[in-house]
């Protein structure tokens, strides 16, 4: 399952949705004919519900959603916090150099040196662009260091799928 965004605060009182998005293309989704939701993205297939969309719109400050079975705010109040994915197979596909979050996450972070930095925690969006967080433990201690490394090309230099492996111009002691 790959999490597209988290449902918001209702929008106005029909049953619409804002959606803080986790990614920087919502309108591609739109052809997506079933959407999940859950309260924990990391609980597996059971935990995950169907929620059929009705409709879509991008707004000043993002994406509203509206959900069949979801008539009005007090309906929409019930899915606020909920994180909402579709399976992987479902997405739109992208072009070479884009990636869904979901796909670089747990991905071993290399720099051109051929020094292990870490695995891919997660992702942050900032202003300015998205930020890989990658945690290495294999230097001891009892917290992992944490490292934040921009995801722009001037950094990222290679995102190897299939070898589970990102190449990045930043050096281990940065």
Known sequence: MIVLGRLAAPFGVQG???MQVFGDDPQSWKVIERWYASSDPESGAAGWRELKPEGFKLQ??????????VPD???AEKLVGLYVGVPRHELPDTADDEFYWGDLVGLEVVNL?????????RLMETGANDVLVVLD??????KPVERLIPFVSAVV??????????????DAQW
């Open 73 to 75: 705010r007090t309906a």
């Open 137 to 142: 433990d294999a230097l001891g201690g009892d």
């Open 60 to 69: 000043a400050k993002g994406p509203v959603v509206r959900f069949e079975g």
């Open 113 to 121: 040196a051929g020094e292990r930095l870490g695995r891919v925690d």
């Open 16 to 18: 619409w949705l804002h």
């Open 157 to 170: 230099k290679d995102v190897d799928r299939a070898a589970s492996r990102v190449h990045v111009d930043w």
